[in-house]
Structures are given as structure tokens and as C-alpha cells.
């Protein structure tokens, strides 16, 4: 009777284990997380038709071609004229949670606009929705604020596995004497597997996969010539979401130009032990002008490496340093040199990696 009860606890505690998980808004980024990615250089070991129900993703396999940080801002922070729309409490729906630095538009046939320096806003509606609300850019040098109307639901709350959903978001803006931009899409949503996924060095993590296509419009009016071009696009975004890891822990993105995918960077089970390096990191004054004052505890004596990584993932600085063990270390970085904006801090040692944002002044 007692190996009876034995093997029923087992096989409950085993079904609980692997069980179809929830991702709330809990689960999603905030602002004082900072999440080291890799980006993956052989993607093609990956099978995007291989999921469903109890689904085994072992990707572990995957190998890096370097690290990435994502560092999500206050709105606050941003730009104030990017905040006319996303810092703003009487738009309940505008009113945004969380900034991050985006990618500057390509250029715009026929039409001498440009649109960079972007940043993009988002806002977590729990028992609704994972927003974009738009974003800020400096269009034709211009920073200008641009909004979503409607806004783009990337993802719904709470996500479970079997749902779906459509919605449309859009925008557009215009630029005196010149012309017109702006976009209409739709994005198709499938929460089509759970499971359990397979990450390299050792990360294995109950997840559940969320397919995303987006499909829509790019429109441009030429004042010149009063009339306007319509641009047809289709992407196709795959992203594996786990609990309480902020970022998913696997993104896979398909569009014209190719396939490209990152994962989570998981440090090896032998040097876990000197995962107090993560959380020991201070950063100070910050913004800063000229020196910013790092202070650190690592619990091993031995070399490890400063980085600072500007927003396109550019290592603009890199010293290599002595720590002592079980100690508060400290350094002094001078940036006087370098442009204002905002940098990821990386401090790495035998495989551990700890990580905050600077902004220079």
C-alpha cells in the first residue's frame, strides 16, 4: 500500500511539473530588469512546425554568435518630446508602463524622410492585454511622438494555450511640404503549444509558445507628385514565453529579409555559484557626465572584463580587471568621450554576467 502511495505522489508531483502554464502580466518585462540575450547563429535547427499540446522542444544545440542586453526604461526617461502621448495620466490607455530603445526605419522609397532614434512604449493591462501604445522618433530630425490608433495587442491577457485573436493598430503622420507615412496591419495571434523547451547550457523551462503573424500595409503620399504608394509586408513572430523570466525565453522572427532568433543566455550549471555577481552591481552617479563609480561583490578573486555597449549592441569601451574575493570591489569608468545617451554596463567573470543601464548626459 505504501509503494502505491509512493508512485500516485510521484506521478502527481511529475503531471504538476510539466503542466500547461499561464503567463500573466507578472510574467512580462519591467523596468528594472535587465535581460542578456543570445543571438542564435544556426537557426535552422529549429523545426517552427513542430508544436502543440505536451510538446518537447530541445534546442539545445543552438549556438551564439554574441550577446545582446534588452533594458527596458521608465517613459520618464525618455525623450519628453517622445512622452506627449505615453506619459500621460489622463489616457488611460496611452498612459505606458515601459520604454525601450527600437531600430531606426529603413528608408522610404521615392520620399526623404527618415525616422530614427526610436524608442518604443508599452503598457501591461492586466486581464487584458501586453500593448504597444507607439512610439517617439526624430522624423526628419524632428522628435515627434507617434501613437498607435488603434494599438497593436501583442499579446492577450492572460494567455493560455488554444486561444486567438485579430486586431488591427495603425498609424500615420505627416511631414510639412513633403509628404506622408504610416502603417496598417493586422496582427493573428495563435497560442498553438506547450511544453517543455531546451535551451543550451542546461536551461530547460516549461513553456508555452505564442505564433504571431502580421500582415498589413506601409503607406506613402508623395506631395509633390499628390499621390500615394501602398507597400505590401508579412512577418511571422514565434515566441516561447515561460514564467517569470520577463522577455521570452526564445524569439524566432521570419520576414523578407530572412529568419533570425535569440535566446535566453543561461550560464552553465558549474559556475551558478557565482551568480551573486548578478545581484551586487551599483551604478553611480547615473546619468553621469564624465566618471561613472562601479561597485561589485563576486565572490571568486580573479580576472573579469567591463564592457559598455552602446544601443545598437556596440562595444564602445572594454577594461579588463583583478577582483578580490568575497569583497566589495570597486571602479571608476570615464566616458567623458563618449556621446550622450543610453549604454548597457556588462561585467563578466567565468561565465557570470552582471548588467545595468548608464545614461550619459
Known amino acids: 500500500m505504501k509503494k502505491k502511495l509512493l508512485l500516485l505522489s510521484f506521478l502527481a508531483i511529475t503531471t504538476i511539473a510539466w503542466a500547461q502554464i499561464t503567463i500573466t502580466g507578472s510574467d512580462l518585462p519591467s523596468v528594472s530588469g535587465v535581460y542578456i540575450r543570445d543571438n542564435a547563429s544556426n537557426t535552422n535547427i529549429i523545426d517552427l512546425n513542430v508544436t502543440g499540446a505536451n510538446t518537447t522542444w530541445d534546442y ?40 525601450i530603445d527600437g531600430v531606426d526605419f529603413p528608408s522610404i522609397p521615392l520620399v526623404p524622410i527618415t525616422i530614427t532614434n526610436v524608442v518604443n512604449y508599452f503598457k501591461i493591462a492586466n486581464n487584458d492585454g501586453y500593448y504597444q501604445t507607439g512610439f517617439g522618433a526624430s522624423i526628419s530630425g524632428i522628435p515627434a511622438s507617434v501613437k498607435y ?52 547550457n542546461g536551461g530547460t523551462y516549461n513553456a508555452l509558445r505564442v ?30 514565453y515561460a514564467q517569470g523570466e520577463g522577455e ?35 551604478l553611480y552617479p547615473n546619468p553621469t557626465t ?23 549592441g556596440k562595444v564602445v569601451l572594454m577594461q579588463s580587471e583583478q577582483s578580490l574575493a568575497a569583497t566589495n570591489n570597486s571602479y571608476q569608468l570615464n566616458v567623458n568621450q563618449l556621446p550622450a545617451g ?20
Not at 535569440?262 to 548578478?278: C, E, Q, R, T, V
Request: glycine residues 8%; negative net charge; proline residues 6%.
Open 290 to 312: 564624465e566618471l561613472a563609480h562601479i561597485k561589485y561583490y563576486t565572490p571568486v578573486q580573479g580576472a573579469l572584463t567591463i564592457l559598455l555597449l552602446d544601443v545598437t
Open 60 to 99: 539545445s544545440a543552438l549556438t551564439s554568435s554574441g550577446l545582446d542586453t534588452i533594458d527596458y526604461v521608465p517613459v520618464s526617461s525618455t525623450n519628453f518630446a517622445y512622452q506627449l502621448y505615453f506619459n500621460n495620466p489622463f489616457s488611460s490607455d496611452y498612459d505606458s508602463d515601459l520604454a
Open 248 to 282: 521570452p525565453i526564445l524569439s524566432v522572427n521570419e520576414g523578407i529579409t530572412g529568419t533570425n532568433a535569440n535566446y535566453k543566455h543561461h550560464d552553465p550549471a558549474g559556475i551558478i555559484a557565482n551568480s551573486m555577481l548578478k545581484n551586487a552591481l551599483d
Open 342 to 361: 543610453f549604454y548597457t554596463l556588462q561585467i563578466s567573470q567565468q561565465g557570470s554576467i552582471a548588467a545595468a543601464k548608464l545614461v550619459i548626459k
Open 211 to 240: 505564433k504571431s503573424t502580421i500582415e498589413g500595409i506601409d503607406t506613402v503620399f508623395i506631395n509633390q507628385f499628390n499621390f500615394g504608394i501602398a507597400i505590401p509586408s508579412t512577418q511571422t513572430e514565434y515566441r516561447w
Open 149 to 200: 490608433d488603434p494599438r497593436d495587442k501583442v499579446l492577450p491577457l492572460p494567455c493560455t494555450f488554444g486561444l486567438t485573436q485579430d486586431n488591427q493598430f495603425e498609424w500615420f503622420f505627416q511631414v510639412p511640404s513633403i509628404g506622408g507615412y504610416g502603417q496598417r496591419k493586422t496582427r493573428t495571434v495563435e497560442v498553438d503549444g506547450w511544453g517543455t523547451l531546451s535551451l543550451p
